[in-house]
Every structure is written in structure tokens, then in C-alpha cells.
């Protein structure tokens, strides 16, 4: 079952305090010359020290042991697993792929993990990619972190319970959870088994997109976001701890669980988003807006407006527009889209992309409604209409998406999916 027993911080980006143990926090200083409960205090910085204020993440916490009690690495091969920059050779043909399939071998989070796609650079911090997931058992004494770059966990399919260094969170379909660079976690099982998305931003870590004109409130609120509390484990057991680093996956043994921040304060923590919050922008007038009023977080690039990452969302919502095309119009566009489905059907799409599945548009890649969408989307009665039964979203980004040679190659792939345009004819009669 699903874990609705925690409890959270509320406030995106907030400079959150929460101790497990009274008394554990200190007070009016963070580095004490002897901590309470004889804790460590140890600093994590997900941006530089000098970054600007409003900028800058760091969060202290106080645990059982610092980071640095730990054994040697050993490279660990995880052959699922790719990171950018790689060499494959991408074509420019629009792609989409059948959902991972479920597994009947055991299998944990981490090593049902397999990449899709990438871009960027994980060493140069920028650009990202994209996992899709499967498992059907819980990590339990195996542990992950990713110093390559942030991970944004889109579950499809089961509940998860995360276990963090700074306390847990549960989620199941419908939410979204970000674990910061570099943070230890596993992933407990609420059900038998699970499936869902990862994006590993490789650059700026998320934060929320500007409202502009919309003003003060709309799209994802601040006070929406949820953060653990301080939860801790003080265990005497050996634990597999798996750094991805570099590109590269590697194991060190721990004597303890990492799990032991008895408390922790700051602004750089995991959390969590109930993606039912968004509060949609849309037209009440004519024509279909641009997909950005449906940005959820962005990762911001060098270049203002050009974002390195977008993570956009096609929620239930009402469609009123008159005299318009409803569904997604026809486009090719500067950014990149790879697009996945957590429940229901997309309106753009009848047949082929399924929840689970994955889509890809690269840069310049036209795309758009399907035929049998297009003919009738354009003779249907424009009446006000509720889109239920649906939960898209889009990682989106200024870098093309470079396929991995096993999604070029897999048997998931759709080779066929440019089919759905194929019948669309010309329909030109000289006449207005």
C-alpha cells in the first residue's frame, strides 16, 4: 500500500530545519566544536560556495558518522545504464517506444534501470538523461546516488517508498519526486512491482519557471512542494553503497546504514510534487497555446529562455477554445522533445503510445496530431470539453536527444510510428 503516513515540510526551496532527536539542530551557528548526541556535522553543497544568494543550495546536516566513513570503490558494470556525451548516430526520423516490460526475474530500482536517451555532457554539466525503470523488489541494504546530476523519479506504475539521508518520501503515480546530486537513496516497494521514468539532469538543478504576466499564483505553487523530516537509522549492517560517477558505476561496502542524519537544515534536500496541484493555465478565447504554460520545473541554461531542461506536464484539464484546433498543431521546433505517458491516453495520439511508452521529436523533427486526429479534431463540435483520463508530461530541452544504441535497436521500438501521417492527404480546393 501506498505509505500516506509521513509527514513533510511544505515550501519550495525553503531554508527547512527538522531534527529527529530534540535538541539535535544547533542553534545560531551549523559547525559547533562538539555537536549534541555527539553527532557529525557535515555540509552538502549542490551549488557553488560563491553562487548568489538567491541561487545558492547547501543543507547541514548531523548524522552517526560523516559521508567519508566508507570503504574503497570497485567498478560495478551496469550495462543498462549510459551517459552523455556517447557517439551513436541519430537520425533525424521522429521514434517512439513500447513501455519497458514488467520483469519476472528479481529486480531493484537501480538494477532495472535503462537508458533511452541522452544529451550534453555529464562531466561539462549540461544536457541529461533519460532512464526508464522497472523492479520488483525492494532495495532494502542497497543503496544509489548519482554524482553525475539531479534525478527526477516519474513513477507509472506501483507506489515507492524513498528512503533519503535526509528522511523519506513516499510516492506513487500521479506524483514526482527529485533527489539533489549526490544524495543517497533506495527505493522501498509498496506494491509488487513497479515501472516509471528518470531524467539525470546533468545542469542547473531544478527550480520553478517564472509566471511572467500570469502574476503571483499559478502553475506549480511553493507551497505544494513537500520535503522529509529528519528520520534516521542507527544499524550495524553491511550495506552495498552504488556511485555513479563520471559515467561510471561503482560499490563500496558500508558497515552501517548511511540512513542516520538525526537532523538537518538548509535548502538543498529531496522532495516531492503531487502533479493533481498544477494549477493549469489556459486559453478562454481561441487557439492552443504553446506547451511552456505547462512547465512544471525548469533547469535553466546559460542562454535566458532556452532552457537545458524542462519537465512539462498535459494534465485533465477544460478545453473551451473556439473556432480553433484543439489538439497539439502540427510544428517543428528549435527544442527537443521526449514525451512518456503515466495514465490514460494523450490527445494528440489514438493508437501506439500507451501508458509507459516513449516518444521522441528531436530538434526540426516535424510532428503532430496523427491523421485520424487531425480529420476529427477538424469537424468536431467546439462545445466546452473535459479532458479526463490522462497524464502526460515532456522533458524538453534546447540539446538534441541522442538515442542509445539499445533503444535504437530494441524490440520496443515502434518502426512504424511514422505510419500515423502517412494517410494524411492534401485536402487543397483552390477555394477559400
Not at 560556495?49 to 552517526?64: D, E, G, H, I, V
Not at 555532457?121 to 553525475?148: C, K, L, P, T
Not at 521514468?197 to 512542494?225: K, S, T
Request: glycine share 6%; hydrophobic share 35%; net charge negative.
Amino acid at each position: 500500500m501506498h505509505n500516506t503516513s509521513l509527514d513533510y515540510l511544505y515550501g519550495f526551496g525553503n531554508e527547512h530545519q527538522t531534527e529527529a532527536l530534540p535538541g539535535a539542530l544547533p542553534q545560531g551557528q551549523f559547525s559547533p566544536q562538539r555537536c549534541a548526541y555527539n553527532l557529525y556535522a557535515e555540509q552538502l553543497s549542490s551549488t557553488a560556495f560563491t553562487a548568489p544568494r538567491a541561487a545558492n543550495r547547501r543543507s547541514w546536516t548531523y548524522r552517526l558518522r560523516p559521508s567519508v566513513s566508507q570503504a574503497g570503490f570497485a567498478p560495478l558494470p551496469h550495462h543498462g545504464l549510459v551517459t552523455a556525451p556517447i557517439s551513436t548516430i541519430t537520425p533525424p526520423d521522429p521514434m517512439r517506444w513500447d513501455p519497458l516490460p514488467l520483469q519476472s526475474h528479481p529486480t531493484t530500482f537501480v538494477e532495472g534501470l535503462t537508458t533511452i536517451a541522452v544529451n550534453g555532457s555529464a562531466e561539462s554539466q549540461h544536457g541529461m538523461a533519460i532512464h526508464g525503470y522497472v523492479a520488483n523488489r525492494s532495495m532494502n541494504s542497497q543503496v544509489f546516488n548519482s554524482a553525475d546530476g539531479e534525478l527526477l523519479l516519474v513513477p507509472q506504475h506501483g507506489a515507492l517508498q524513498l528512503d533519503t539521508e535526509f528522511g523519506q518520501l513516499a510516492i506513487a503515480p500521479g506524483d514526482i519526486a527529485v533527489i539533489p546530486r549526490g544524495v543517497k537513496f533506495r527505493v522501498q516497494l509498496q506494491q509488487t512491482e513497479a515501472r516509471g521514468y528518470v531524467c539525470e539532469n546533468y545542469g542547473a538543478a531544478l527550480e520553478l519557471p517564472e509566471r511572467g504576466p500570469v502574476g503571483a499564483n499559478g502553475y506549480a505553487n511553493d507551497r505544494d512542494f513537500q520535503y522529509p523530516v529528519a528520520w534516521f537509522e542507527d544499524i550495524e549492517k553491511t550495506h552495498q553503497l552504488i556511485t555513479k560517477f563520471a559515467g561510471h558505476c561503482y560499490q563500496s561496502q558500508l558497515t552501517h546504514s548511511p540512513f542516520d542524519v538525526v537532523a538537518w537544515t538548509g535548502n538543498s534536500a529531496p522532495y516531492k510534487y503531487d502533479l493533481s496541484r498544477f494549477n493549469v493555465i489556459n486559453t478562454v478565447s481561441y487557439d492552443h497555446p504553446d506547451p511552456s504554460i505547462f512547465t512544471v520545473l525548469t533547469s535553466p541554461s546559460e542562454t535566458e529562455g532556452w532552457a537545458n531542461l524542462d519537465f512539462v506536464i498535459f494534465p485533465p484539464r477544460w478545453m473551451v477554445a473556439e473556432n480553433t484546433f484543439r489538439p497539439p498543431w502540427f510544428h517543428r521546433n528549435v527544442m527537443s522533445e521526449f514525451m512518456g505517458l503515466i495514465e490514460g491516453s494523450y490527445d494528440a495520439k489514438q493508437h501506439g503510445f500507451v501508458p509507459g511508452g516513449m516518444s521522441l521529436h528531436n530538434c526540426m523533427t516535424p510532428h503532430g496530431p496523427e491523421a485520424e486526429v487531425f480529420d476529427q479534431a477538424s469537424s468536431a463540435e467546439l462545445s466546452p470539453q473535459r479532458y479526463e483520463n490522462t497524464l502526460a508530461f515532456m522533458f524538453e530541452s534546447r540539446y538534441v536527444f541522442k538515442p542509445t544504441q539499445w533503444a535504437l535497436d530494441s524490440q520496443l521500438r515502434q518502426l512504424d510510428y511514422p505510419d500515423c501521417w502517412r494517410s494524411i492527404a492534401k485536402q487543397f480546393t483552390g477555394q477559400p
